[in-house]
């Protein structure tokens, strides 16, 4: 059965970091790419960061220089660390992996970033 769990998201002030996690079992971790998505209330789905099983890295200009995503392929778990987060960064946080035709979603974990 695959899983992948979210954690580390809260409430933190404007200029504030958090690190998310996303525990993964059930995959053949190290061969999937690895993305957070975000989503606000009343928004589209955004991707926010990107890592592929070959470790390159991408990132939307609305988080580039903020955000970092790595990957531990032992612990089969990406992180998703986010420094000088903005209250426009308030949203559920998604951890989706995807190899082929074979995908798959977290649950979510919830930042709130105060002004």
């Known amino acids: 059965q695959v899983q992948l769990v979210e954690s580390g998201g809260g409430l933190v002030q404007a200029g504030g970091s958090l690190r998310l996690s996303c525990a993964t079992s059930?995959?053949?971790?190290?061969?999937?790419?690895m993305n957070w998505y975000r989503q606000a209330p009343g928004k589209q789905r955004e991707l926010v960061a990107s890592?592929?099983?070959?470790?390159?890295?991408n990132y939307p200009d609305s988080v580039k220089g903020r955000f970092t995503i790595s990957r531990d392929n032992a612990a089969k778990t990406v992180y998703l660390q986010m420094n000088s987060l903005k209250p426009e960064d308030t949203a559920v946080y998604l951890c989706?992996?995807?190899?082929?035709?074979?995908?798959?979603w977290g649950r979510g974990t919830q930042v709130t970033v105060s002004s």
């Open positions: 989706y992996a995807v190899l082929g035709s074979h995908a798959y």
């Open positions: 059930g995959i053949i971790f190290r061969l999937y790419g």
């Open positions: 890592i592929s099983s070959g470790f390159s890295t």
